[in-house]
């Protein structure tokens, strides 16, 4: 089986780049920052080797203006996959998935050479998981209410 897990002391410096921009576009995509997001955004910048890369990506959230992104086609397709994925969690983190943050997820897709149906079924289990922490605290209520039915 294969692990979610991103392993980002694996990736080449060009990889750790791209995803760090990434990420940075996910946290802007729906033109505010929640702070939920920021602690992804330490996260994602946290591998980083330089720091004036990372101070340039800070002041380039903070404008709201990034490096263009090219299409991330060296990497592997485990690796592919394992950044979209981290980047679905960055943007639903707020438990929220707006219009224009689809789009972005759209556009990630494409860079990384996914099929927009691949990445639609991506989103729309995410979405699922947006629902399910929505509604957790209450289910949790409800069984906790619960008279207990214990069979034989």
């Not at 380039?60 to 299409?71: C, E, M, S, W």
Request: hydrophobic letters at 40%.
């Amino acid at each position: 089986m294969t692990s979610t897990v991103l392993r980002t002391d694996q990736l080449t410096s060009d990889e750790k780049h791209w995803f760090a921009v990434a990420i940075c576009g996910a946290i802007i995509a729906d033109g505010n920052v929640a702070p939920e997001e920021l602690k992804y955004l330490e996260k994602a910048l946290s591998f980083l080797p330089s720091t004036e890369k990372v101070d340039g990506l800070i002041q380039g959230v903070k404008d709201q203006k990034l490096p263009a992104l090219g299409p991330l086609s060296n990497s592997s397709r485990e690796t592919q996959t394992k950044m979209l994925f981290e980047i679905i969690s960055v943007i639903a983190s707020d438990n929220a998935l707006s219009t224009r943050e689809m789009e972005y997820l759209f556009r990630i897709g494409q860079k990384l050479g996914f099929p927009a149906e691949y990445v639609q079924m991506v989103m729309r289990w995410g979405n699922e998981g947006i629902v399910w922490r929505r509604k957790m605290g209450h289910l949790l209520q409800v069984g906790v209410e619960l008279e207990p039915e214990y069979g034989e």
